[in-house]
């Protein structure tokens, strides 16, 4: 990966007339690396497990005290003071402990003055299935694979508008090669042209024939070459350095286009591709959507359930842990409570479990659309593939032929047989079918993206 470290030193390409090579992979490599797309989908994720973590708190042990205290006219009142510990765990039960002072001449009937301490649990007998604190820390989970997959959506996506920049770039220089060939060509034809003119071998008006065929070449040459550099300067949108700054795109920096000559070589196997869609980012982001939306109506399910709320304590006079061994069950020191509510009509919660099974419903609707979707496009790109190859495999004769039939059209011009003007035909035709074959090689090349973007594997 040469380039990306050469990226590094941009400045040095304001003074260096060295040329560099910009492959295909280096290119890749570059855009997942620094793109801001790409990195703006590594923050996502990175949000998500922070959101992980959020989640994970409510099973933090949580330590307190609250402290009430009354003096007036010189006499205490009350004073109130409980330091308390309190556990969580996954299946909605609430392990506590803690000690409790109570001393004042004015306390409430109900407290125990002294000191005393106590252990105990609370359980939400709903909550013991399934509960919001689960149901948070499991949707989070689930966002944060959905955030990992959405990543690779996004990757996918940015590679294929810059990949489709990067094989427009390789054929405006392809085209401008081809070009610049052909007006060295021209160039050396009006030379020999006019030594056979002053020589008395040819008339005048060849070296008007040959110069105005330069000419026109001299015309194409610098369009391409403004093509070419209009293509770098669009591909440079794609180029980001390490330290988030755009690179300063010069005219030093040239594709290779070894890989472009070798379209049409390697088609894809249609099967296997179709075969791999269930692993294409879109369609396991809808997934884990869809778990999501799962949590949410096992957790509306909850609200069907009455809710009903156990605590109970044991407690022990003094600092000191309640004897639990030696206690028998519920006689003298303990202190229980209960707590029953249900709605007589369950509307609410009705209403929202239903609108939480159609929203998984809607859900799981799109996600066969957008597979359907997925598979026709690629299944429309393939066809492209084969299309365009054979079309290519056509202009290659065609252009072979052409090449044969300029070759003896240059032979018989040297030896006095043929005229310019159909010298300068022949080469025409052979120029505009080397044109037509990079044309239909950046086609294929850019279908070929499309066809891996379409079925998900280009990132």
């Known amino acids: 990966m040469v380039l990306i470290s050469v990226l590094l ?4 390409f ?8 910009l492959t295909k992979d280096d290119f890749i490599n570059i855009v997942k690396q620094y793109h801001p797309i790409a990195k703006q989908a590594d923050l996502q994720v990175e949000r998500s497990k922070a959101n992980v973590q959020q989640s994970r708190g409510a099973f933090d042990p949580e330590l307190g005290t609250t402290l009430d205290r009354k003096t007036f006219d010189g006499k205490l009142y009350y004073s109130y003071f409980k330091p308390e510990l309190t556990i969580p765990t996954w299946y909605g039960i609430d392990l506590k ?11 409430s009937t109900e407290s125990t ?3 005393t301490s106590f252990i105990g649990v609370k359980v939400s007998a709903g909550q013991i299935f399934f509960d919001k604190r689960r149901a948070a820390l499991r949707q ?7 955030t990992a997959e959405e990543r690779k959506l996004a990757i996918n996506n940015v590679l294929y508008d810059g990949l ?32 056979e003119y002053e020589q008395g071998l040819r008339p005048a008006i060849d070296t008007i024939e040959a110069i105005t065929q330069l000419q026109t070449f001299y015309f194409q040459e610098n369009a391409m070459q403004l093509a070419f550099r209009n ?5 440079s949108n794609y180029l980001w350095l390490e330290n988030n700054l755009p690179v300063e795109w010069t005219d030093n920096i040239l594709p290779d286009t070894s890989e472009f000559d070798r379209a049409a070589n390697v088609i894809p196997d249609l099967s296997a591709l179709i075969a791999a869609i269930e692993e294409h980012p879109k369609l396991r982001s809808i997934n884990y959507k869809m778990d999501i939306l799962e949590i949410e109506k096992k957790l509306k399910a909850q609200s069907l359930i009455p809710k009903l709320s156990l605590s109970g304590n044991l407690l022990s006079k003094g600092y000191k842990y309640p004897d639990v061994v030696n206690m028998p069950l519920l006689e003298n020191n303990h202190k229980v409570g209960l707590s029953f509510a249900m709605p007589l009509f369950l509307r609410d919660a009705r209403g929202a479990y239903s609108a939480a099974k159609l929203k998984l419903l809607e859900t799981d609707l799109d996600r066969n659309n957008t597979k359907l979707q997925i598979e026709n496009k690629t299944r429309s790109y393939y066809n492209e593939l084969l299309s365009v190859r054979q079309q290519l495999n056509i202009m290659m004769n065609t252009n072979n032929n052409f090449i044969k039939l300029y070759q003896g059209e240059r032979i018989k011009f040297e030896t006095g047989e043929s005229s310019l003007f159909l010298l300068n035909s022949r080469q025409s035709k052979v120029l505009e079918t080397a044109q037509k074959i990079i044309e239909l090689k950046a086609k294929w090349q850019k279908a070929y993206v499309s066809l891996l973007w379409s079925s998900g594997t280009l990132y």
């Open 231 to 235: 293509a770098g300067i669009e591909l």
């Open 97 to 107: 402990a803690g000690v409790e002072e109570i001393i004042g001449s004015r306390v």
């Open 9 to 12: 030193s941009v400045s040095s």
């Open 113 to 115: 003055l002294g000191q």
């Open 140 to 146: 989070a989970q689930a966002f944060q694979q959905q």
């Open 164 to 195: 489709a920049a990067y094989w427009n770039w390789v054929e405006k220089y392809c085209s401008y090669k081809i070009i610049s060939s052909a007006v060295a060509v021209g160039e050396e034809r009006l030379r020999f042209v006019k030594l």
């Open 14 to 21: 304001a003074s260096d007339s060295t040329l560099h090579i």
